[in-house]
């Protein structure tokens, strides 16, 4: 089983960047199809990017975030960049088998989580 710890988040300024990682231990990630989610205060976990067969944005990230692994590290990043007041939420990465790209938007899918990392972005 693999274990996932997020880390790269904290407070920036509107229009600035974080890139957030997610390091796997117990298994290499190259098994699993990956997932990033969010959730802010009062509001649903939802889907901010996914990669595996197939990469997927949400089109409130669309253009601005980019999801990527490095195998060598075993790790999955976020880079976000143009940062919005809106993006301002917990992020998670998340893990799972192989999953059709309907599938890997839900967080039902997914198996394996991290513990989360706070995103904050001042107006």
């Known amino acids: 089983q693999v274990q996932l710890v997020e880390s790269g988040g904290g407070l920036v300024q509107a229009g600035g960047s974080l890139r957030l990682s997610c390091a796997a231990s117990g298994r290499t990630l190259s098994f699993y199809a990956m997932g990033w989610f969010r959730q802010a205060p009062g509001k649903e976990r939802e889907i901010v990017a996914t990669?595996?067969?197939?990469?997927y944005y949400a089109a409130s990230v669309q253009g601005r975030f980019t999801i990527s692994r490095d195998n060598a590290k075993n790790t999955v990043y976020l880079q976000m960049n143009s940062l919005k007041p809106d993006d301002t939420a917990v992020y998670y990465c998340a893990a799972t088998g192989p999953k059709s790209l309907t599938e890997r938007l839900s967080a039902r899918s997914y198996d394996i989580w991290g513990q989360g990392t706070q995103v904050t972005v001042s107006s």
């Open positions: 990669s595996g067969s197939s990469t």
